[in-house]
DNA sequence: GCCAACGTTGGC
DNA sequence: GCCAACGTTGGC
């Protein structure tokens, strides 16, 4: 089983809309980055996948939740109303993909980017860093079990 | 609102 | 294929 982290900017979809959404599942749709795409991709069922709140007063991890569905034609790029159309993309040959994404715990919080920053040898470079515009992203399986040690943590300060 | 960082575009 | 210009992301 492999850990990802993907963002979402909580006043378009939040961790709350994906508790409050049928069956507690949506679609991730909307990714329009290659790499991103390609990690996308590599999500198998029953991968873990953590909440990130970008954009907003507190960044941070909001939740975990699992891949309930792998990748297929993610539909909004065939949608001329949709802000991910994409007019290069056609069904016959697509480029981008979505994924369904199903709850599986609430954190018992939001943990805050400046905490993951504040643990260093938990988390390699590459997680959140500044100017970082991945929006899907792997995460070694200790960096995942870190994240949620410190949801379990109280918070200091 | 600012600005750094990054990806994409397009001229050559 | 290079690279400057531009647009977007995202923390602060």
Redesign the pocket.
Known sequence: MNSWLV?T?PELFSFADLLAAPEQTASWDGV????ARNYLKAMALGDRVLI?H???KV?GVAGVATVVRTHYADPTQFEPASRYFDPQSTVAKPRWVAVDLRAACSLPRLVA??EL?AEPALLEPRL????????VMPLRASEYQAIVALADRPQEG
């Not at 959140?128 to 929006?135: A, E, N, P, T, V």
């Open positions: 963002k900017e329009r980055n290659y790499q990130y970008s954009s907003c960044p980017l400046s920053r959140l860093q500044r100017g970082s515009r991945l929006s």
